[in-house]
């Protein structure tokens, strides 16, 4: 099918490059792999998105897909798996369909990056998650783990706290990397225990996940392990012909072209020095106008 323009990723930059891109005349193609939000939907409530104080983060996601719907655009649930953007009309293709366009805009976003230690995949989505959001809820009044020191492995162990029975934090320093008052807040979590200068070196289990092994040498007993240790770039599409810096986040200029005519990045997948939703939907309002201006001349 022929659109103006196909967007990959119905995150906070997506959404936002397809309202601009509508507003402009364009046709636009968005797809979307999971659910609309991007890294929205992998939190509870977002504070401090500019006129939100605090708002639900769900709530924020499908406003955002409701402002999209608007323009009459209905999001294509489904995986894209390559990309041919080497032509004058671009393609991507996911499973079912063939998504023809002038212009493409990759905001795929970025997903959370994988501890790579034995047990791992075997157990993934059998109580090795990397969403406590989305999968806490299934370790009710069990015993879990996080492992990582930044802001997200904190606040999702302070979310799984409420869930579980206790909660281990696993961090490989004796200093965490987030900073300020979470920090401290912390101390008001009885059944969170800090596990610190340890790296989790297995992931253990006979059919079922019951284990993790930390520094080769202790073992702590496990319902679940909840593996937030930062991002990387969901670029499993990305062709080699688009530039990316060493960490395969897309390089743009500062309209959020990449280095093939045509092909825009937007969101937390390109590289940039603040990733919050602002700034996704700064981009992507930003790629949005510039790709129907594209298609225009
Ligand atoms: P992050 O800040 O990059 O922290 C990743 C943590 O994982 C670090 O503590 C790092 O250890 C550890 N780590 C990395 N690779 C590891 C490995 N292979 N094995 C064990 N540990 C490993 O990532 P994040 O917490 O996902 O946060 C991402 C960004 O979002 C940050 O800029 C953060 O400030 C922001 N964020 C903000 C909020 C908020 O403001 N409320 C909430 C969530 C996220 P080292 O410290 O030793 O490097």
């Known amino acids: 099918m022929y659109n103006d323009i196909t967007i990959i990723g119905a995150g906070p930059a997506g959404m936002s490059a397809a309202v601009y891109a509508a507003r402009a005349g364009c046709s636009v193609a968005l797809i979307e792999e999971t659910v609309p939000g991007g890294q929205i939907v992998t939190t ?12 639900d983060a769900t709530e924020l996601a499908l406003k955002m897909a409701e402002h999209v719907s608007s323009f009459g655009i209905d999001i294509k649930y489904e995986s894209v798996k390559s990309i041919d953007v080497s032509g004058e009309i671009k393609k991507v293709f996911t499973k079912k369909n063939i998504y023809e366009s002038k212009v493409v805009i990759i905001a795929a976003g970025v997903k959370r990056r994988m501890l790579d230690v034995e047990g791992e995949m075997k157990f993934r989505g059998r109580g090795v998650s990397y969403c406590a959001v989305c999968d806490g809820m299934f370790f009710k009044d069990k015993t879990a783990a996080v492992v990582g020191g930044g802001f997200t492995a904190i606040e999702d162990a302070m979310y799984l706290s409420n869930i579980c029975k206790k909660v281990y934090l696993i961090h490989r320093r004796n200093e965490f990397r987030a900073e300020g008052t979470i920090i401290e807040q912390l101390k008001n979590y009885n059944n969170i225990e800090l596990v610190m200068n340890s790296v989790v070196t297995s992931i253990d289990g006979d059919k079922k996940f019951d284990a993790i092994m930390v520094n080769n040498e202790r073992q702590i007993e496990l319902d679940c392990v909840f ?62 106008t510039k790709a129907a201006k594209y298609v225009k001349e």
Do not use: W
Not at 230 to 255: K, R, V, W
Not at 269 to 285: H, V, Y
């Open 227 to 288: 593996v937030a240790i930062g991002m990387e770039p969901s670029a499993q599409f990305i062709t080699s012909d688009i530039h990316c810096d060493e960490n395969n986040y897309i390089l743009t200029d500062e309209n959020m072209m990449t280095n093939i005519n045509g092909v825009f990045a937007a969101g937390d997948i390109r590289k940039s020095n603040l990733k919050q939703i602002i700034t996704a939907a700064s981009d992507g309002a930003i790629a949005g």
């Open 44 to 55: 509870n409530e977002v504070n401090n998105y500019l006129g939100f104080i605090n708002i």
